[in-house]
T-cell receptor
Framework: LAKTTQPISMDSYEGQEVNITCSHN???????ITWYQQFPSQGPRFIIQ???TKVTNEVASLFIPADRKSSTLSLPRVSLSDTAVYYC?????????????FGAGTILRVKS | EPEVTQTPSHQVTQMGQEVILRCVPI?????FYWYRQILGQKVEFLVS????????KSEIFDDQFSVERPDGSNFTLKIRSTKLEDSAMYFC????????????FGPGTRLTVT
């Protein structure tokens, strides 16, 4: 399993773009990068997954440089409801089973 | 949109009692999981289940824990003799395929052991 490093917390204001970076220096060739979001007292929710370059969906964008040793989750124009914990997960479910291994995540606080 | 449901939302029990936490995974999903999260801590994997048997379990999932899929829709986690340290949020999750990291989580059951 590739070890990941994320900032413990970030603060932002409504309407701003938020970028959360995750370092994963030991990422393996078959590993994907996946981000989850968790609101207080709720289960984690899948946001986005990527392998390389850029992936975009209706919620977020994921930027992955060519060396894949880091990735950046970008949330456009955040609102108060985006206050949550964001987790970066790196791995390949086929290799060791598809359990999810969560770290501490990044606590994002959006202020008005 | 289909979703994973869990019951009860909150369960209070006394130490030593048995509890059963229930989950209804998304109907066409084949892989099922239980995770737990002690207050203020990380989400931890407990067990994965496929084709009516355990695929993988963590060190937390000792002999006090068991899982079952008693019918075509429910997936249960039983704790035989609860301990104070079992107090946590328990999340059920499911997905369709073995590979990939997109799992769908339920809202959780808050278990309080007194």
């Amino acid at each position: 399993l590739a070890k990941t490093t994320q900032p413990i917390s970030m603060d932002s204001y409504e309407g701003q773009e938020v970028n959360i970076t995750c370092s994963h220096n030991n990422i393996a060739t078959n590993d994907y990068i996946t981000w989850y979001q968790q609101f207080p007292s709720q289960g984690p929710r899948f946001i986005i997954q990527g392998y390389k370059t850029k992936v975009t969906n209706e919620v977020a964008s994921l930027f992955i440089p060519a060396d894949r040793k880091s990735s950046t989750l970008s949330l456009p124009r955040v609102s108060l409801s985006d206050t949550a914990v964001y987790y970066c997960l790196v791995g390949d479910g086929a290799e060791y089973g598809n359990k999810l291994v969560f770290g501490a995540g990044t606590i994002l606080r959006v202020k008005s | 949109e289909p979703e994973v449901t869990q019951t009860p939302s909150h369960q209070v029990t006394q130490m030593g009692q048995e509890v059963i936490l229930r989950c209804v995974p998304i109907s066409n999903h084949l892989y099922f999981y239980w995770y737990r999260q002690i207050l203020g801590q990380k989400v931890e994997f407990l067990v994965s289940f496929y084709n009516n048997e355990i695929s993988e379990k963590s060190e937390i999932f000792d002999d006090q824990f068991s899982v079952e899929r008693p019918d075509g829709s429910n997936f249960t986690l039983k704790i035989r003799s609860t301990k104070l340290e079992d107090s946590a949020m328990y999340f059920c999750a499911s997905n369709q395929r073995k590979t990939g990291y997109e799992q769908y989580f339920g809202p959780g059951t808050r278990l309080t052991v007194t």
